[in-house]
């Protein structure tokens, strides 16, 4: 997200005023929310959540339904003041990114953010360039990892498992989220036998090709009703489905296929 993106939205919040929605990260009422996402076919045809054109941004601090959402998981897991706990932000959404390092000055926090930088994207200063799939930490280092939409960028998924794995404390988590069909199986650009030493490179997807198969130009890979399995296949993490709950006001475990309009959390516990 550029600067004047922020400034423009604070400046125009105004209009959206009203108090049909509560931000949970900035405070902000407001009577409707702001458009996001792209509209592509696929999105329908392979009942993809959390993705196509849809109004859930934050009209005045730009943050998204699932900002939000992993900030409700994180006040329910955010152990009491005088624990100190770290955190790691991959891609880091500048709203929730926001609400974490403030929370550094009240609690024993301490929060880094990486990205793999890419040339034409706006990265802030905080931001360190770093790889999923080759992080420069330490083993058993974060109490927390949160990743949301990166995982389907991302050409080795086992690797960047492995690494999750090796740099979470035990028992802690990740935070994962991603679009996700509800109708069809994991579909996967890349396999297992791309990775191996000496495996012939496999030409990148074409743009058409991305946004056709996994509903975006730079995916690819579409999680799909088998996600659970996928993402423990290392036997290294317990995965667990949750989805906001509106009439409990908390979050339930979910069967992927039988929810089929919800934006889910996945959490990945080391054991
Ligand atoms: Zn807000």
């Known amino acids: 997200m550029h600067p004047l993106e922020l400034w423009w939205a ?90 974490l390092q403030e929370l550094q000055h009240q609690k024993s926090i301490t929060y880094q953010a990486i990205d793999l930088k890419t040339s034409g994207y706006h990265y802030p200063k905080w931001v360190q360039d770093a790889d999923l799939t080759d992080l420069p930490f330490n083993n058993n280092q974060f109490d927390f990892i949160i990743a949301s939409h990166v ?49 012939k490179p496999k030409p990148s997807p074409t743009r058409k090709e991305k946004i056709d198969r996994f509903g975006q130009h730079d995916h690819i890979r579409l999680f799909g009703t088998d996600v659970i399995e996928i993402l423990s296949e290392t036997n290294l993490l317990e995965v667990f489905a949750l989805a906001w709950n509106n009439q409990t006001d908390s979050f339930d475990s979910i069967d992927i296929e039988k929810q089929p309009q919800t934006d889910v959390l996945f959490i990945l516990k080391k054991v």
């Not at 409707?32 to 792209?38: A, F």
Request: hydrophobic fraction near 35%; glycine fraction near 6%.
């Open 151 to 199: 995982l389907e960028h991302i050409p080795n998924l086992q690797k960047a498992i492995l690494e999750i794995h090796r740099t979470l404390k035990p028992r802690g988590q990740a935070i994962v989220m991603f679009p996700v069909s509800r109708c069809q199986a994991t579909d996967e650009y890349y396999q297992t036998s791309d990775f191996l030493e000496n495996a």
């Open 10 to 99: 604070r400046a125009t919040s105004w209009i959206y005023r009203g108090d049909k929605y509560l931000c949970n990260l900035c405070g902000f009422g407001a009577r409707r929310l702001r458009r996001r996402g792209h509209n592509h076919p696929v999105i329908v045809s392979k009942q993809i959540s959390g993705a196509g054109r849809r109004r859930v941004d934050c009209p005045k601090c730009l943050s998204s339904d699932r900002d939000r959402l992993i900030w409700e998981y994180l006040k329910i897991v955010l152990p009491t003041p005088n624990n100190q706990i770290s955190i790691l932000h991959v891609a880091p959404e500048i709203p929730l990114s926001n609400k």
